[in-house]
């Protein structure tokens, strides 16, 4: 439909998320398309250091990398920009053919005013810090800055025109405008400007949106008002970044939460990092930030509990599930199926770089060879099948499990059947029959998990590692269901490719994933 399209120019279609029955995809070159992310350290975002990324990349598998660029390095002073590392970050993308996921460090990082360049960090009259409830500076900038906001989205906006310019084929795919937004310690800005602002009402667009009745922000929120209102006014700060940068390439674009200690409980708005997009607030992003497309956590909580409602309160028809941070430690590495399960457009876990910098205890002590195996081992497999399985789990129902900390059985009904995935079994039998051989060595590892997507009534693809996958009719279903075949294969781009029939030994005791994960069809029947 290009009719004038100039020779030499790529007219591939732009990246965007697309969604359908509560599904979601992030469609890159047209099709769907997972991130088997790596994000970058904090400050490997310069030429030289970019050369110890890419080898970590390799080494894993990853297909995008996750890399930040500085206010305070494209901007060092005001109105004069530079982007020579994002053309250098380009230009070896395209060598390593891998995409990228632009994260933009301007006005908030993890909260702070860090990377905002030193113009802006000395200068409190221009560019406010929130006041604490005393009257004194909070080190975090207002949301209610006015320059502030015109002066970080004219950065972001030259960076987006720069990747417009620069980058006709797209290898840059998403785009993160600010990093874990909000403030610790001090709910929202208690400076006489800001107090106005609280005292008045409600904007009718968030009462209309979350269906409360008009009011000002302690009447409409009650004891939850301070950070209600700071998350409006930080969502609102950064939608006008991302409205503007989608005028001039109009990239899908994301914003990370550091989240709640307790995803179950009511946060404490003192502790949380008020105003960002944490799982409890994403209604108020939404009304807030209609250019923002996905809410999304960034995972440093090994509990399986947390980790797995921290997903489930991601995972919404209006939100598509997307970890663009998860401690890079091995345990933190089976969620990678859980997440799939539900549908994720991307996961990656951060630090993944070779300078030598580890976050632990949030993430791992080191990348040794077992740390990088447990992500290397399933950003293979599925990488190979990548295109396959977005494009499944876009249109088909999809489960995924991931080893809960107790080691309990998982079991879910998809149609007429019930699926239960256990954990630390042998490949043969069941573990109870064989006390005198002691427990597997993984029965007391953090490993394990698997997906499985719905192909047909009676159709599933299944795969994963370290877990027993059994199929069975669900209670009070239909009789007489059983397994009729079980096909191990592979894909070459969409296409199933067959390559043996599973039996015996390896179907008797439920479908065991080993150290080596595999693509599995099973076709289930009822005989008559
Ligand atoms: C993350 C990363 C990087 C007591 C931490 C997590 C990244 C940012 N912040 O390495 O700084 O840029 O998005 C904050 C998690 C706080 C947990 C505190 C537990």
Partial sequence: ALLFCPPGIAQTALP???????????????????????????????ARPLKQVWPVLDRIGANTLEMPVAWEQVEPREGQFDFSFVQTLLDEAQAHDRRIVLLWF?????????????????????FPRMKKPDGSDHDVLSPHGAATLAADRRAFVALMTYVRDHDPTHRIIMVQPENETGSYSNPRD????AQRLFDGPVPAALTRALGKAAGNWRAVFGDRADRAFNTWHTARYVEALAAAGKAVKPLPMYV??????????????????????QGDVIAIWKAAAPSVDVEAPDIYDRASRNVMKHLDLYTRPDN????????NAREYARYFWAALGKGAIGFSPFGMDDTGYFNHPLGAKTLDDATLDAFAVKYRFVGQAMRAWAKIAFTHPTWGVAKPDDG???????GEWTITASFGEWQFGRREWFAEAGRPAIDSEPVGGGIVAQLGDDEFLVAGDHVRMTFAPRAGGKPNGLVVRVEEGHFEGERWIFDRVWNG???DYGLNFTDRPVWLRVAMGHYR
């Fill in 16 to 46: 965007r998320i697309e969604s359908r029955d509560g599904r979601h995809a992030l469609m890159v070159d047209g099709a769907p398309f997972l991130i088997l992310g790596g994000q970058a350290n904090n400050s490997s975002n310069y």
């Fill in 106 to 126: 301007g006005a908030y990082k993890n909260t702070g005013l860090s990377y905002t360049p030193g113009w802006v960090k000395l200068d409190n009259r221009r």
């Fill in 190 to 193: 208690y400076s006489p400007e």
């Fill in 256 to 277: 990370n939460a550091a989240l709640a200690s307790d995803p179950f409980a009511v946060p404490d708005p003192v502790k949380i990092s008020s105003g960002g997009p």
């Fill in 320 to 327: 598509a599930l997307l970890i663009p941070e998860i401690g």
């Fill in 408 to 414: 309990a059985p998982v079991v879910t009904t998809m």
């Fill in 505 to 507: 030994d390896q179907t």
